[in-house]
């Protein structure tokens, strides 16, 4: 089938639709063959049938003519008694020799109608037999009557004859309709294929694929494609900008490293503590930085696996307190009941980590942190009294390497990841994370809700 697979679209359709009507043509002549054959045949025999029904009547009645007043259009009509002989007939009939053989006979006296050779009785082509019981008991006869089949037999042959003219010019004409149709209909998938061409031939522009007016399986075809081209297009766009930030952010670190090595080559050794403190402040922060584009290149591979094991969220903030007690404000965790949700243990306490090392670093004198249950769900916040965000700027915050201006200004080696890093963490989880005003004159509240236990 290789050749078949060679075909375009178009022509396979067109094949595929014109078998499909060849095939139902011929099955629709066959059926109208067969109809105009069984309604003529009907007809001869219902039309024979009152013939030999009438004669019957006069042989009852014990008053036969002879020859029979009947039979025209070269019809035969014979009255033939037990013994086989002719009693009666019609005009041109043979009066000797029935139109019957012995064995037939019997088959008509019993119901059964065929035909039989028409040069029994002269007559070209075939003759239609019908046969009626007629007489009293003691001298049962038969009439039989023989009609001309050939004008029926010449039906059928003109109508076969017609078909095969008809037929084939109704399938031409028919199939190049169809290759229309089908051409018509192909046209908006080949704009598609055009427009996809287009786009690939310059993979640095966004482009959109023509949508065509028509609401059918094609036009929702092309929504769908321009949708993933729209989402690839944005895909494209953060790869782009993540890559360059990642870059940036990365050579800060390592031309302030390599400027303290070229310095400590100039100096006398007794310095070197100094400087090996500062690289070792240096590679802390790029491990950091290098720990965090891990995880978020994990999270976007799906190599990230949230765990279901019971987490006791509470224990979690506490455990981040203690760590924060020596930061630059006061970092407090409200009283409260024990609230579990279903997590990985390590994973919140690094979005609860990230949170509070945001806060501290914007905080004006103290950070709180309080878990609780609310319509179901597990919350925690982390509020504090700094300047807060504007209402427009808080979701940009959690785009990767996302810092505001004045978190710039206060930021002491932040690299932007890590609201990014607690979005990505508790969408893992199946939950939301969103920033809202604090409860009091100034601050910004970071809210988390997780599925309960």
């Known amino acids: 089938m290789a050749w078949w697979r060679r075909l375009s679209l178009r022509t396979r359709l067109t094949a595929i639709g014109t078998a499909g009507l060849a095939v139902g043509l011929a099955l629709g002549g066959l059926l109208l063959m067969a109809a105009l054959q069984f309604t003529l045949q009907r007809t001869m025999d219902e039309s024979a049938l009152r013939t030999a029904t009438d004669v019957a009547a006069l042989v009852d009645a014990g008053q036969v003519p ?76 038969t009439v039989v009557v023989a009609t001309p089949a050939h004008a029926h037999h010449d039906a059928v042959r003109f109508m076969r004859s017609t078909l095969w003219v008809v037929f084939p010019a109704l399938l031409a004409t028919l199939a190049a309709l169809l290759w229309g149709a089908v051409g018509w209909t192909l046209r908006p998938v080949e704009a ?12 640095q522009e966004s482009g959109s694929l023509p949508v065509p007016d028509a609401e059918d399986e094609v036009h929702r075809l092309a929504v769908t494609l321009n949708d993933m081209l729209a989402r690839l297009a944005a895909a494209r766009a953060r790869q782009r900008a993540f890559v360059a930030d990642a870059a940036h952010e990365l050579r800060s670190p390592l031309a302030s490293m390599r400027t303290q090595l070229e310095v400590a080559q100039r100096h006398q050794p007794e310095d070197w503590p100094a400087f090996t403190d500062d690289l070792l402040a240096d590679t802390e922060r790029l491990g950091r930085l290098v720990d ?17 094991d019971p987490v006791d969220l509470r224990g979690v903030v506490e455990t981040v307190a203690e760590r924060h007690a020596g930061a630059r ?28 090392e945001n806060a501290a670093r914007h905080a004006a004198s103290a950070v709180t942190i309080a878990v609780s249950h609310a319509d179901g769900a597990a919350v925690v916040t982390v509020s504090d009294d700094g300047p807060g965000i504007p ?35 508790v969408r893992l989880h199946g939950g939301s994370v969103q920033l809202r005003d604090a409860d009091g004159d100034a601050g910004l509240t970071a809210e988390i809700r997780l599925r309960a236990l």
């Open 66 to 141: 002879d020859p029979l007043l009947t039979g025209q259009g070269g019809v035969v009509v014979q009255v033939i008694d037990s013994g086989g002989r002719v009693k009666a007939a019609s005009p041109g009939a043979d009066r000797l020799v029935g139109v019957l053989r012995p064995s037939e006979l019997r088959k008509a006296r019993a119901g059964e109608r065929f035909y039989v050779p028409g040069e029994r009785a002269g007559v070209a082509g075939k003759l239609r037999v019908v046969a009626v019981a007629a007489g009293p008991g003691w001298d049962r006869q």
């Open 391 to 425: 209402a427009e700027d808080r979701e940009r915050v959690f785009d990767r390497f996302t810092r505001l201006d004045n978190a710039r200004a206060r930021d002491a080696g932040g690299a932007g990841l890590g609201l990014a890093i607690v979005r990505e963490l």
């Open 329 to 356: 404000v006061t970092v407090a965790v409200r009283p409260g009941e024990e609230v579990r949700a279903a997590g990985d243990e390590r994973h919140l306490d690094r979005v609860v980590s990230n949170l509070v």
């Open 192 to 203: 598609l294929r055009r427009g996809a061409a287009e786009i690939t031939a310059a993979p």
């Open 292 to 308: 965090d584009l891990l995880l978020l290149a994990q999270a976007d591979d799906a190599g990230v696996q949230a765990a279901t």
